[in-house]
């Protein structure tokens, strides 16, 4: 296996590992959203295309931008819950 290889296989490992604590401290009251997983996907996805710099870069820049969209607009629906209240 080369370095890179290595890193790539860590790095699933650890995003797996975060998956599975967030899926056993969160339980059922929430779930992932659409937006949060696919986010995730192209995170993922940067990370196992990350030999073409620009394909990995790219895939990992729209995972980027959409988790901080998905922040956003559930700050957006967390404030409007609490100003109808």
Known sequence: ???QQIYVAVAI???A????LIALFVG???KVKALTGLALAFVL???LFGESRVVGYGLLGVGVLLA???LVLTLRDRAQDRSCS
């Open 45 to 47: 996805a940067g990370l």
């Open 1 to 3: 296996m080369t370095p």
């Open 28 to 30: 059922k009251s929430r």
């Open 13 to 15: 490992a650890a995003a």
């Open 68 to 70: 901080v969209i998905d």
């Open 17 to 20: 590992l975060i998956l599975a």
